[in-house]
């Protein structure tokens, strides 16, 4: 019994806790302290792990390169990561936590919008800056944060182009169903692309929420099959995404066009579809193909590289942005020539960066207001740039085959 | 008329029968809520994903495979740890099973991380049609296994000596010890047949949907609320409580709107334990244990 506790008490140190210390003995060297909650368990386990690769992969970079440059003197990075396990009231106390008892100096994001809407309230009280690699639902930064930065655009930016695309489709597609888990981001990103297909003359002929974790969406595709439109669009997360289409298949639902966001892309996603991902479209903030430049590694393709070395896999985009969230506080640090938070707000304001992920440049609330993505469309197995129209590197194709016949 | 949602649900109260009779077993039999009964539905689905992408084991055969590990993971922690808290009161018991479920998950987090993986069998997406409504094969078999596995644990019950002496150890600890049943060896079959039958719901689960260390929390509740509609240690219960929670659920669904999809099932459950805490099949004598 005491020794099952103590293995007990190990586990769950080891899973709760991830903190990566890289002060070494011996040498006196600056440090700057980097916070952040994040999930390592809970529903957001994949997404929370993988950007802390990006996190790690962008410290350990900038410390072999010597540490960081700021107002000529060079700061070694150490990383302090904490598991929020996907819950919004753990990731607000640990951000309290990393802020008040471990003094970081900056912080980074959790996963998500919801959990950064939260999170963030700390970071503005104490006036330390967070900057977010995922949060881009637009009621992040209505609240006239000072402290607050993210590194993607507004979700509706990208997933408009869901609604652009279908103009370019033979027969034009006139009906459009939405759906979308009961979240603060797919929400206001489902609100988003349903006001847009709108705009454009489309009839949203269904507009529907299911719970966050649901694990059976039969009653939604049951719906569906009676609505039948003629493009489905989800904004669902992974997990219920993969449930999504999976239900779309097993019964038997024939929709043109299935449309989600860069998850579809996601090799896990790919994966556990097989063959069913086929032809379905996805939106993409980052391309790896797409010979993205980078104001720090000179490259997207090196990070991708780098990330070779270590792990012997390529990065998902969720590390590249864990990675371009660090490249966003290098750069602003260099150009504030310092590492008081009122500068490097400054900093980040007044400029424009190139990340690996994408191009950054922000309004006064924080939200990075360049940059749309690509659409992307599985063909034969591989993803290909279907819109826009100047990028496409293959027709899309349109309608889907129904299910079985290909 | 509804006719697909009414399949839909059908086809739901399979999974949900399967992932509640064990608990009810071991809730029944011993009083034990077994927290950690979440954890072995994911490890069954984990095996069924790892015997099917190594060597392409059927999930209607791993689920053999993932009984048999369960039953000896099940057996194995009553025997050496649960056991020695039985005789204390519910907290212990309570601590003691939620701390197997931060182990196994944590260590499945560690040995497998936290990707989302899924089992896709060839016959997937398959299936016949009733009238208007589309059956899938493979949770039409996920139905009939459901069946034949309240079946096999009724005969089990109720024509075997073990199952018979897990009855009476259900009845009265003492006077089963009094005939000569070993109560703690009894105890530990009780909880083997309790984790196999969670982990054969496992690799039934895992054939319909996405396979993640967190998939636990929302097979342990539901194993909850179908053992307390079904009545506490009743075999034929758990079918029972599967069936009605899935009909609420997706009823609820239908005519209140996806959000209300697990409200209605609630409800129903509160409805029971304040006029029915025995269950809406169980005797009276089960819930006294």
Known sequence: MRRLSVVGMALMLIVATVTVGCARGGQKANVIKIGAAISFSGPLAREGTSISKGYQLWADYVNSQGGLDVGGKKYRVELKLLDDKGDTATAVKLVEKLISDDKVDFVFGPYGSGMTIAASAVNEKYKKIMISPMANAPEVYARGFHYLFGLLPPASRGAGN?????KYLEPRPQTVAIVYPDELWPRSTAAGIKAEAEKQGYQVVYFEKYPKGSKDLSPIVSTLKEKNPDVLITTGYMEDSILLVRTVRELDLNVKYIGGLDLFLHEDFLKSLGSDAE?????????????????????????????????????????????????ILQLALAKAGSLDAEKVRQALLGSEFQTSLLSVKYDQTGFNQVGSGVLVQIQNGKPVVVYPPELQQAKPVYPKPPWGKK | ???????????????????????????????????????????????????????GLDPFVSLLLSGLLMFALGYLAQKYVVNNVIRSDILRSLLVTYGLEMIILGGVLLAWGANYRAVTPSYFGAGFAIGSAVVPYLKAGVVVMAVALTVALYLFMGRTQTGMAIKAAALNREAAELVGIDIRHIYSVSMGVGCALAGMAGSLVAASYTITPSMEGSYLSSAFVVAILGGLGNTMGAIVGGAALALAETLGAVYLGMSYQKLLGFVIFLLVLVLRPYGLVGRRFYAEI
Do not use: R
Not at chain 1, 162 to 166: E, R
Not at chain 2, 15 to 25: D, E, N, R, T, W
Not at chain 2, 37 to 51: I, S
């Open chain 1, 162 to 166: 869901h609604v652009n695309i279908l």
């Open chain 1, 279 to 327: 032809n379905l479209f996805s939106h993409a903030w980052w391309d790896k193909v797409a010979g993205i430049k980078s104001d720090v590694f000179g490259s997207s393709a090196k990070v991708v590289e780098l990330y070779k070395q270590n792990h012997g896999q390529e990065p998902d985009y969720y590390t590249i942005s864990g990675v371009a969230t660090g490249e």
């Open chain 2, 1 to 55: 008329m509804h006719l697909q949602e009414i399949v839909n649900a059908l086809l739901l109260a399979g999974i949900y029968a399967c992932v509640g009779m064990g608990f009810s077993l071991v809730y029944g039999v011993m009083n034990i809520v077994n927290l950690a009964h979440g954890a072995m539905v994911m490890l069954g689905a984990y095996v069924c994903f790892w015997g099917f992408s190594l060597i």
